[in-house]
T-cell receptor, first 111, second 113 residues
Protein backbone atom coordinates (compact mmCIF):
# COMPACT_ATOMS: atom_id res chain seq x y z
CA UNK A 1 0.00 0.00 0.00
CA UNK A 2 1.04 3.59 -0.52
CA UNK A 3 2.84 5.69 2.01
CA UNK A 4 0.85 8.75 2.99
CA UNK A 5 -2.61 7.26 2.96
CA UNK A 6 -5.42 9.59 3.85
CA UNK A 7 -8.51 8.67 5.75
CA UNK A 8 -11.33 9.09 4.99
CA UNK A 9 -11.16 9.07 1.21
CA UNK A 10 -14.32 11.15 1.01
CA UNK A 11 -16.01 13.43 3.52
CA UNK A 12 -19.22 15.43 3.25
CA UNK A 13 -20.14 18.01 5.90
CA UNK A 14 -22.37 21.03 6.38
CA UNK A 15 -20.99 24.54 6.19
CA UNK A 16 -19.82 25.67 9.62
CA UNK A 17 -18.86 22.20 10.80
CA UNK A 18 -15.28 21.08 11.36
CA UNK A 19 -13.56 18.68 8.96
CA UNK A 20 -10.86 16.28 10.10
CA UNK A 21 -8.66 14.31 7.74
CA UNK A 22 -6.01 11.80 8.74
CA UNK A 23 -2.83 10.67 7.07
CA UNK A 24 -0.53 7.74 7.78
CA UNK A 25 3.00 7.23 6.52
CA UNK A 26 5.49 4.39 6.72
CA UNK A 27 9.05 5.68 7.05
CA UNK A 28 10.76 8.31 9.18
CA UNK A 29 10.14 11.79 7.89
CA UNK A 30 11.87 15.16 7.84
CA UNK A 31 8.57 16.97 7.62
CA UNK A 32 4.99 16.46 6.50
CA UNK A 33 3.01 18.81 4.30
CA UNK A 34 -0.64 19.22 3.40
CA UNK A 35 -1.81 20.34 -0.01
CA UNK A 36 -5.16 21.29 -1.43
CA UNK A 37 -6.40 20.63 -4.97
CA UNK A 38 -9.45 22.27 -6.45
CA UNK A 39 -11.14 20.33 -9.21
CA UNK A 40 -9.14 20.48 -12.44
CA UNK A 41 -6.29 22.43 -10.88
CA UNK A 42 -2.78 21.84 -9.57
CA UNK A 43 -1.97 21.31 -5.91
CA UNK A 44 -1.45 24.26 -3.60
CA UNK A 45 0.69 24.07 -0.47
CA UNK A 46 -1.29 24.70 2.74
CA UNK A 47 0.87 23.99 5.74
CA UNK A 48 4.04 22.20 6.80
CA UNK A 49 4.88 20.54 10.09
CA UNK A 50 8.41 19.52 10.96
CA UNK A 51 9.22 16.13 12.48
CA UNK A 52 10.08 17.72 15.85
CA UNK A 53 6.75 19.61 16.03
CA UNK A 54 3.51 18.19 17.38
CA UNK A 55 1.00 20.84 16.37
CA UNK A 56 0.82 23.78 13.98
CA UNK A 57 -1.85 26.36 13.25
CA UNK A 58 -2.50 28.53 10.24
CA UNK A 59 -5.77 30.48 10.19
CA UNK A 60 -8.58 27.89 10.27
CA UNK A 61 -6.14 25.02 9.76
CA UNK A 62 -4.68 22.92 12.53
CA UNK A 63 -2.22 20.13 11.83
CA UNK A 64 -1.00 17.56 14.32
CA UNK A 65 1.82 15.08 13.97
CA UNK A 66 2.38 11.89 15.96
CA UNK A 67 5.69 10.41 14.89
CA UNK A 68 5.28 7.42 17.22
CA UNK A 69 2.14 6.41 15.31
CA UNK A 70 3.45 7.74 11.97
CA UNK A 71 0.29 9.75 11.50
CA UNK A 72 -0.90 13.31 10.99
CA UNK A 73 -4.26 15.00 10.98
CA UNK A 74 -5.57 18.14 9.32
CA UNK A 75 -8.46 19.96 10.96
CA UNK A 76 -10.36 22.67 9.11
CA UNK A 77 -12.54 24.61 11.52
CA UNK A 78 -15.77 26.43 10.65
CA UNK A 79 -15.76 25.03 7.12
CA UNK A 80 -17.00 27.04 4.14
CA UNK A 81 -18.36 25.94 0.78
CA UNK A 82 -15.12 27.28 -0.73
CA UNK A 83 -13.18 24.62 1.23
CA UNK A 84 -14.63 21.99 -1.09
CA UNK A 85 -11.56 20.35 -2.63
CA UNK A 86 -9.28 17.34 -2.34
CA UNK A 87 -6.64 17.38 0.36
CA UNK A 88 -3.37 15.50 0.16
CA UNK A 89 -0.65 14.84 2.67
CA UNK A 90 2.95 14.57 1.51
CA UNK A 91 5.70 13.03 3.59
CA UNK A 92 9.24 14.28 3.03
CA UNK A 93 12.02 11.90 3.96
CA UNK A 94 15.64 11.04 3.35
CA UNK A 95 18.73 13.10 2.73
CA UNK A 96 17.48 13.94 -0.75
CA UNK A 97 14.07 15.06 0.50
CA UNK A 98 11.97 12.42 -1.22
CA UNK A 99 8.33 13.49 -1.44
CA UNK A 100 5.58 10.87 -1.23
CA UNK A 101 1.97 11.90 -1.72
CA UNK A 102 -1.06 10.11 -0.36
CA UNK A 103 -4.19 9.31 -2.33
CA UNK A 104 -6.13 12.23 -0.89
CA UNK A 105 -9.38 13.03 0.91
CA UNK A 106 -12.17 14.54 -1.15
CA UNK A 107 -14.01 17.07 1.00
CA UNK A 108 -17.43 18.42 0.13
CA UNK A 109 -18.82 21.29 2.18
CA UNK A 110 -22.54 21.71 1.67
CA UNK A 111 -23.84 25.30 1.95
CA UNK B 1 5.34 35.94 -11.73
CA UNK B 2 3.60 33.16 -13.62
CA UNK B 3 4.90 30.46 -11.25
CA UNK B 4 4.88 27.06 -12.95
CA UNK B 5 3.39 26.87 -16.43
CA UNK B 6 2.60 23.77 -18.46
CA UNK B 7 1.67 23.23 -22.09
CA UNK B 8 -0.51 21.89 -23.51
CA UNK B 9 -3.53 21.83 -21.18
CA UNK B 10 -5.20 18.97 -23.04
CA UNK B 11 -3.95 16.40 -25.54
CA UNK B 12 -5.39 13.36 -27.26
CA UNK B 13 -2.97 10.87 -28.79
CA UNK B 14 -3.32 7.60 -30.62
CA UNK B 15 -1.42 4.57 -29.36
CA UNK B 16 2.16 4.71 -30.60
CA UNK B 17 2.29 8.46 -31.14
CA UNK B 18 4.88 10.57 -29.39
CA UNK B 19 4.67 13.93 -27.71
CA UNK B 20 6.50 16.25 -25.34
CA UNK B 21 4.93 17.98 -22.36
CA UNK B 22 6.54 21.31 -21.57
CA UNK B 23 7.06 22.86 -18.15
CA UNK B 24 8.68 26.12 -17.13
CA UNK B 25 9.09 27.95 -13.82
CA UNK B 26 10.10 31.52 -13.16
CA UNK B 27 10.91 31.21 -9.44
CA UNK B 28 14.61 30.37 -9.90
CA UNK B 29 14.02 26.97 -8.30
CA UNK B 30 16.69 24.30 -8.50
CA UNK B 31 14.46 21.23 -8.36
CA UNK B 32 11.72 20.23 -10.76
CA UNK B 33 9.39 17.22 -10.86
CA UNK B 34 6.97 15.39 -13.09
CA UNK B 35 4.01 13.56 -11.51
CA UNK B 36 1.07 11.69 -12.88
CA UNK B 37 -2.28 11.64 -11.11
CA UNK B 38 -4.73 8.79 -11.56
CA UNK B 39 -8.03 8.24 -9.72
CA UNK B 40 -7.50 6.46 -6.41
CA UNK B 41 -3.70 6.53 -6.81
CA UNK B 42 -2.74 9.99 -5.65
CA UNK B 43 0.30 11.57 -7.27
CA UNK B 44 3.13 9.35 -8.39
CA UNK B 45 6.57 10.71 -9.21
CA UNK B 46 7.76 9.94 -12.75
CA UNK B 47 11.09 11.78 -12.88
CA UNK B 48 12.74 14.60 -11.04
CA UNK B 49 15.67 16.94 -11.52
CA UNK B 50 17.45 18.07 -8.37
CA UNK B 51 19.42 20.70 -10.27
CA UNK B 52 20.19 21.83 -13.79
CA UNK B 53 21.98 19.04 -15.64
CA UNK B 54 20.75 16.17 -13.49
CA UNK B 55 17.71 13.91 -13.76
CA UNK B 56 16.64 10.86 -11.77
CA UNK B 57 13.91 8.25 -11.99
CA UNK B 58 10.98 8.37 -9.66
CA UNK B 59 8.40 5.73 -8.83
CA UNK B 60 6.97 5.18 -12.35
CA UNK B 61 9.55 6.14 -15.02
CA UNK B 62 8.86 3.42 -17.62
CA UNK B 63 7.70 4.78 -20.96
CA UNK B 64 8.91 8.32 -20.25
CA UNK B 65 12.03 10.40 -20.80
CA UNK B 66 12.88 13.84 -19.49
CA UNK B 67 15.15 16.73 -20.36
CA UNK B 68 16.23 19.52 -18.05
CA UNK B 69 16.86 22.03 -20.79
CA UNK B 70 18.02 24.79 -18.45
CA UNK B 71 17.19 25.94 -14.94
CA UNK B 72 13.72 27.10 -16.00
CA UNK B 73 12.52 24.26 -18.20
CA UNK B 74 11.88 20.56 -17.64
CA UNK B 75 10.17 18.54 -20.37
CA UNK B 76 8.57 15.10 -20.30
CA UNK B 77 8.52 12.97 -23.44
CA UNK B 78 6.35 10.01 -24.28
CA UNK B 79 8.12 8.19 -27.11
CA UNK B 80 5.36 5.70 -27.93
CA UNK B 81 2.17 6.49 -26.06
CA UNK B 82 0.08 3.68 -24.56
CA UNK B 83 -3.48 3.77 -23.17
CA UNK B 84 -2.00 3.13 -19.70
CA UNK B 85 -0.42 6.58 -19.93
CA UNK B 86 -3.83 8.26 -19.98
CA UNK B 87 -3.60 10.50 -16.95
CA UNK B 88 -3.25 14.03 -15.68
CA UNK B 89 0.37 15.16 -15.61
CA UNK B 90 1.65 17.76 -13.19
CA UNK B 91 4.94 19.56 -13.17
CA UNK B 92 6.23 21.02 -9.91
CA UNK B 93 9.27 22.89 -8.67
CA UNK B 94 10.86 23.55 -5.31
CA UNK B 95 13.48 25.98 -4.13
CA UNK B 96 16.42 26.11 -1.77
CA UNK B 97 14.38 25.56 1.38
CA UNK B 98 15.23 22.37 3.20
CA UNK B 99 11.50 21.75 3.59
CA UNK B 100 10.96 20.99 -0.09
CA UNK B 101 7.64 22.82 -0.44
CA UNK B 102 6.44 22.18 -3.96
CA UNK B 103 4.78 24.58 -6.38
CA UNK B 104 2.58 22.98 -8.98
CA UNK B 105 1.56 23.82 -12.50
CA UNK B 106 -2.07 23.58 -13.68
CA UNK B 107 -1.65 20.14 -15.24
CA UNK B 108 -1.96 18.49 -18.66
CA UNK B 109 -4.85 16.12 -19.24
CA UNK B 110 -3.65 13.42 -21.64
CA UNK B 111 -5.82 10.78 -23.27
CA UNK B 112 -4.27 7.96 -25.26
CA UNK B 113 -6.72 6.10 -27.50
Amino acid sequence: SQQGEEDPQALSIQEGENATMNCSYKTSINNLQWYRQNSGRGLVHLILIRSNEREKHSGRLRVTLDTSKKSSSLLITASRAADTASYFCASISGGYQKVTFGIGTKLQVIP
Amino acid sequence: NAGVTQTPKFQVLKTGQSMTLQCAQDMNHNSMYWYRQDPGMGLRLIYYSASEGTTDKGEVPNGYNVSRLNKREFSLRLESAAPSQTSVYFCASSGQSSYNEQFFGPGTRLTVL
